[in-house]
Each structure stands twice: as C-alpha cells, then as structure tokens.
C-alpha cells in the first residue's frame, strides 16, 4: 500500500512517520524537504499533481497554516494552504479512488456554552485560521472523495514547538507567570493522534471501507490553560527541572487579560463518543500523554 504523508515534518507529521510504517510504502513530504519530496501548499496544482504522478491509495494531510493568529493578515496564504490546496488534493483522491486522512480543528466552533461539541454541531469560527480550516473540511465533503476527517484541539508533541515547551522555558527565566483560566479543552498528544490514525486506516482498509467521515479526536478529561501550565510546570520542579517561578507566582487570568488577533473558543470541549463507538478505541486521559511527553523530553 502507498501512503503520501504531506506536511511530514510538523507535529503530527512527525509522528505519522513512525506510525504509517507497518502500514505500507510512505513517501513523506513536506515544504522544508529535499527537491524531489518538496510540496508547497501555496501552488495547489503542483500539489494535485504530486498526488497524480504518486498514485497512493492513502493521503495523509497533516500539513497546515497554523499560526493563528499570524493568519489574521495572511488571510490569503492561510486559505490557499488550509483551503484551496486541501480541496485540490481531495478532487485528485475522488478521480484516483484514494482514501484521504485529514485533520482539522476546535477553532470551527464559537466555543458558547459550556457543553462539548458533537461533529453535528453548528460550527461558527472566530478566527482566520477557523474559518479557512472550515472551508478545508466543506471542500473535502464537495470533493466527494473517500475520507476521515480528525478534529482535535491543544495538540502537543516531543517534536516541535507547544504550550509545554513554552511553560517550561517562561517557568525556569520567571518568579511570576500569568495563564488564561477561563478556556477549556483538552490537550491531546501528536503521537496519540497519529497512532489513532494508523489503527483506522487498518481498518478501513481491511473491510470496514464504509466507515468515514468527520470525527472528534481528544485525549479524555478537560482542563484550562492554568491548570494545564500548573500540571507541566508541578511535574518539572517535582523531577529536578529548574523552575524559578514558586507555586503561588503562577497566576489564574482570563482571556480578556491577554488580547490577541485572533480570538479563541473558551469552550473547546469535544464530544469523542462517535470515534470511539465507531472505532471501538479507548482514549486515555490528558494527563497520560503530557507525563510522557514531558519524560521523554527530559529523559526522566
Ligand atoms: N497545533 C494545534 O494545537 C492544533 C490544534 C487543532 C488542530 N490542529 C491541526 O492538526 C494538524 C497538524 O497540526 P500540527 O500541530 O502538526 O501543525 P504544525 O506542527 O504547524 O505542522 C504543520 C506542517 O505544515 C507545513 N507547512 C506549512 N506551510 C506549508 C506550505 N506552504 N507548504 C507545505 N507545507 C507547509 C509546516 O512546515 P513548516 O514548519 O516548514 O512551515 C509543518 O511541517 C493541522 O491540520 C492543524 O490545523 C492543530
């Protein structure tokens, strides 16, 4: 089986290079890549027309323009690579017959309320990179393309830069350090992700080839920034990190403390009871993958 992995070199894309190999043949790809492996979401043709010349029977697209707020005065560039080129590559997957892997985001609701969302929800993004991630999915629906679309949200990895990364460099230079408290969600490991989307490839592809659509993919539990920072930044100090900022200089604030270009869901609480009913998977809690991550980070 041939498996084209766009945006290899991300988070997520990381991660799909180790999970898609007892899969199949992966040719990964991304913009940072040697000549012959280079895609470059701003030229959607040259993108569908890797896909032509590649023939997969799998795409996974984890390639996307996710500086959120940067997207708010590159409108342009954020829709032709988390839009336009994601509809290119899904009407090349309807003509070629392959299944395409997707991955989208939380930032397509308003975050109202304090419920979790269902993939049936309304959607209404805030922001830029909301709306064109929203216009990715709506494309890939009209392609009519064989797909699975992965909606997550706070993702984090070994590989690369996130929030934790972030808290464990403020933590060790500060004495004092405010987070928002008021926006909840879920943290959710790349590895996690990537691993959930090599488990339903194999069984699409061994039978269940009916099975698709769009589908909520967090780690269970919720939290808030705060807490989050405090759980990341408790677990540093209590394995021998420096952490200059002492317990109580972690302070609690909320959105309105921090304005920022893009505005942000304060609910960003995702029902995964259809991914895991679907794909009989457990989920384990947040709390799981952060620990690890945080081990493997510092060798503990
Ligand atoms: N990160 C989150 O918190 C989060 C939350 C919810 C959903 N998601 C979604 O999950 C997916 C994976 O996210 P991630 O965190 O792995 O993102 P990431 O680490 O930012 O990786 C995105 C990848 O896309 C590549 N890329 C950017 N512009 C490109 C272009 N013009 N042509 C080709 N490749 C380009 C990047 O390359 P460069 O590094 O060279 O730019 C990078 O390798 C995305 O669809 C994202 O929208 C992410």
Not at 56 to 61: K, T
Request: proline fraction near 4%; include cysteine; charge should be neutral.
């Amino acid at each position: 089986m041939k498996i084209l992995l766009l945006g290899c070199n991300g988070q997520v894309g990381w991660e799909l290079q180790r999970s898609l190999q007892p899969l199949g043949e992966v040719i990964a790809c991304d913009f940072d890549s040697s000549a012959d492996r280079r895609v470059d979401f701003t030229q959607p043709a040259s993108v569908a027309a890797l896909v032509d010349r590649v023939r997969p029977q799998i795409i996974v697209n984890s390639a996307a323009h996710t500086a959120v707020d940067k997207a708010e005065s590159e409108v342009e560039l954020a829709r032709a690579i988390n839009a336009t080129t994601v509809g290119a590559i899904a009407e090349r997957a309807a003509v070629i017959g392959s299944l395409l892997i997707h991955y989208s985001t939380d930032y397509v609701y308003d975050g109202s309320g304090s419920l979790p969302r269902e993939e049936s929800s309304p959607t209404a993004p805030l922001s830029v990179y909301g709306r064109t991630k929203l216009e990715g999915e709506e494309l890939i629906r009209a392609s009519g393309c064989r797909h699975v679309i992965l909606r997550t949200s706070w993702v984090y990895a070994a590989h690369g830069n996130n929030f934790i990364k972030t808290m464990l460099r403020l933590a060790a230079e500060r004495e004092t350090l405010s987070v928002i408290d008021d926006q909840i969600g879920a943290p959710t490991g790349a590895d996690l992700l990537a691993d959930v989307t090599a488990l339903m490839i194999a069984r699409i592809t061994a039978g269940d080839g009916h099975l698709g659509g769009t589908f909520h993919c967090v780690a269970a539990g919720e939290t808030s920034w705060f807490d989050y920072a405090r759980f990341v930044i408790d677990w540093a100090r209590a394995n021998g990190q420096v952490v200059k900022v002492a317990p109580e200089g972690l302070r609690a604030v909320p959105t309105s403390a921090y304005p920022t270009p893009a505005a942000r869901p304060l609910n960003s609480r995702l029902s995964t009871a259809k991914l895991r009913s679907t794909f009989s998977l457990h989920l384990p809690d947040w709390r799981v993958g952060v620990e690890r991550m945080l081990r493997e980070i510092s060798g503990k």
